[in-house]
């Protein structure tokens, strides 16, 4: 539909509007006077709907809102907690078999550049648009609709597949501390089996973070701080062991393919990994708007920086301490390697037990951040009707999104029924959905620079299109590693058969929420999601 319409219908249609009530006709200032000017807004990109269309409301929709209770040190425990996770202790032995621990850091160190420059894209358009689901934010912002709904999809579905990946992991981890979960094998997924008491360890600490969360924020972040404390000082604990009593000789090789070319492919199976791995420091921006007052918005950006800083060090200081420890090709093949690696070199079982502390801290701390920013996605996306509006609900009591809460702690309990033989495909299937999110942001940015130059930003990124264009073709170039078909990194036909899965899903919730989606004009959308900014 067109915003436009003939003389005579523009007649009928105002005589149909109660008295006094405020139109989107000349009574109102145009909107290049608003604070979002007509050049952000073709009509190409965002399809303005009148509100003198039959079954539209002229009544403007309430904007639910959620409790402001985050402060300067829940914010960086949210990020920094989410992004170290559990992965470097389930999967150094794919790391070190495709690149050695030379090769692994080194992509990481490479990963931890590519999120510097996309979180430097974060820094400048979080607290230009500090609001919940900030990536469905800046899209709409800058493309509309359709574009906000594929990056916010894609987004989610990346956060949730982190949460699936702990939830599998956490049955993997306990039963190094306790082998007699091993028992009542149920099924086989690969070469894997999913024993019955990993699935109940899986589906219980999916339903203690839902409650969680569900209970409200200010209890969730409670938690995200006191359990970051601890996975710093155990991980500073065991690196400083690892290093101080381990010998370089161990490192060699430090590549694991004799040959240049080799070396290079397994870097880059590693790097694409890096965003998977990396990813943390965006859920920043989803909880944006729940920051408690006197929290100033201008400071989420550094928040952002000094998260991905510290989770670099922290991943390449760990590969560094459980290479120097024992010959790393001992532990290609070992379930658990960097405990392994502890417990064989320094025939401890204390400070093996002391890395899986610190996994299991860090297991629940990315759990609990990307569940919650996966969340916040889900609800912005239903608060601004792209999707069923239902995903916008408000507890009234606890002010958290309900059915987007147990929406997510549904898909995370079926996910973890394929146990652990699908453990590399949520690392892919994460690590591509995040990547594609990332190119929108550092496109979004790219696109306000152009058609919003004077919106407020409380922090403008230096060179920030080359910054933005750099980051958008590195995260370009991680998508296109895992689909071109000669890529060393593509994706296996599990993966595509998740990404499928995920894409058809996507096809239904757009197709199933568009009755909603042509209920309200765009301009009550704009201020759903934008919240008049």
Not at 44 to 62: A, I
Not at 117 to 139: D, K, N, Q
Request: glycine fraction near 10%; aromatic fraction near 10%.
């Amino acid at each position: 539909r067109h915003s436009t319409r003939s003389d005579s219908r523009s007649g009928e249609s105002d005589r149909r509007r109660r008295p006094g009530r405020r139109t989107s006709h000349a009574a109102d200032p145009p909107l290049s006077h608003r604070r979002y000017p007509l050049t952000a807004w073709p009509p190409e990109n965002l399809n303005f709907l009148s509100t003198s269309e039959p079954g539209m409301s002229n009544d403007p929709l309430p904007r639910p809102r959620l409790k402001k209770t985050i402060g300067g040190l829940g914010f960086l425990s949210l990020a920094f907690g989410s992004m170290i996770g559990v992965g470097w202790i389930t999967a150094l032995g794919d790391w070190f078999q495709h690149a050695g621990p030379g090769g692994t850091m080194l992509a990481f160190a490479a990963g931890g550049l590519l999120m510097i420059l996309i979180g430097s894209c974060y820094a400048e358009l979080t607290p230009m648009l500090p609001v919940t689901g900030g990536e469905v934010a800046y899209a709409y912002r800058a493309f509309g609709t359709g574009k906000a709904f594929l990056v916010g999809w894609f987004l989610a579905f990346g956060y949730l597949a982190v949460s699936a990946f702990e939830a599998v992991s956490i049955g993997m981890v306990l039963a190094y501390l306790f082998p007699q979960l091993d028992v009542w094998p149920l099924y086989e997924i690969g070469d894997w089996t999913v024993y019955g008491p990993h699935l109940a360890l899986a589906f219980l600490f999916t339903g203690l973070i839902t409650t969680v969360n569900f209970l409200g924020v200010g209890l969730a972040m409670r938690l995200q701080v006191i359990l970051t404390g601890l996975l710093v000082v155990c991980a500073l604990l065991f690196v400083a062991a690892g290093i101080g009593q381990g010998s370089p000789q161990n490192l060699v090789p430090h590549f694991a393919d004799g040959s240049l070319a080799g070396t290079w492919k397994g870097i880059l199976v590693v790097f694409v990994m890096a965003p998977f791995m990396f990813v943390g420091f965006d859920t920043i921006p989803q909880a944006a708007e729940e920051r408690a007052p006197g929290q100033p918005a201008a400071r989420l950006g550094l928040y952002i920086i000094l998260a991905i800083i510290g989770s670099t060090v922290f991943y390449v200081l760990v590969v560094l301490a459980a290479g120097m420890v024992t010959p790393w090709q001992s532990l290609i093949e070992e379930k658990l390697p960097t405990a392994t690696a502890f417990r064989s070199a320094f025939s401890s079982p204390a400070l093996a037990n002391l890395v899986l502390c610190a996994g299991v801290i860090g297991l629940l701390t990315s759990w609990n951040g990307f569940f919650l920013a996966g969340t916040r996605v889900l609800f912005s996306l239903g608060r601004a009707r792209i999707i069923d509006s239902r995903f916008g609900d408000v507890h009234p009591r606890y002010g958290t999104p309900v059915q987007a809460t147990l929406f997510s702690g549904l898909i995370t309990a079926l996910a973890a029924c394929l146990g652990r033989g699908a453990l590399l495909a949520f690392i892919n299937v994460g690590s591509f959905c995040i990547s594609v999110a990332f190119v929108g942001v550092a496109l979004s940015l790219l696109r306000l620079r152009v058609i919003a130059p004077e919106m407020e930003r409380p922090y403008r990124l230096p060179a920030g299109k080359l910054v933005a264009a750099c980051a958008a073709v590195g995260s370009s170039l991680v998508v296109l590693a895992m689909v071109v078909p000669a890529s060393p990194a593509v994706l296996r036909p599990i993966e595509w058969a998740i990404l499928a899965g995920l894409c058809v899903c996507g096809i239904i919730f757009w197709s199933v929420g568009r009755p909603q989606r042509e209920t309200i004009p765009e301009e009550d959308r704009a201020r759903l999601i934008l919240d008049d900014r």
